[in-house]
C-alpha cells in the first residue's frame, strides 16, 4: 500500500466525503443536476489523491528543453 502525503489523505477525505453526500442526496431525491456535478468532483478528487508526487516528470521535461536550447 501507498504512504500519502497529508496533502493527498486531505483531499483523499474530502472526496470520500463529497461522494457519500452526493449517494445520501440521490436516496433522498435530489434532481440530476443537483447530486451529479458533487459525484463528478468528488471522485475526481479520489484519482488525484492518488497521482504520483514524485519530481521525475519535472526532471524529463527539463532536460528536453536544456537539449532544445
Known sequence: MKKF???QKIVLVIGI???VTAFIG???GW???EFFPI???STSMI???FISNKK???KAL???EAQNS
Open 62 to 64: 527539463k532536460s528536453k
Open 47 to 49: 484519482w488525484i489523491s
Open 39 to 41: 459525484f463528478y468532483a
Open 26 to 28: 440521490k436516496v433522498n
Open 31 to 33: 434532481e440530476y443536476m
Open 5 to 7: 502525503t497529508t496533502h
Open 17 to 19: 466525503v463529497g461522494v
Open 56 to 58: 521525475s516528470c519535472r
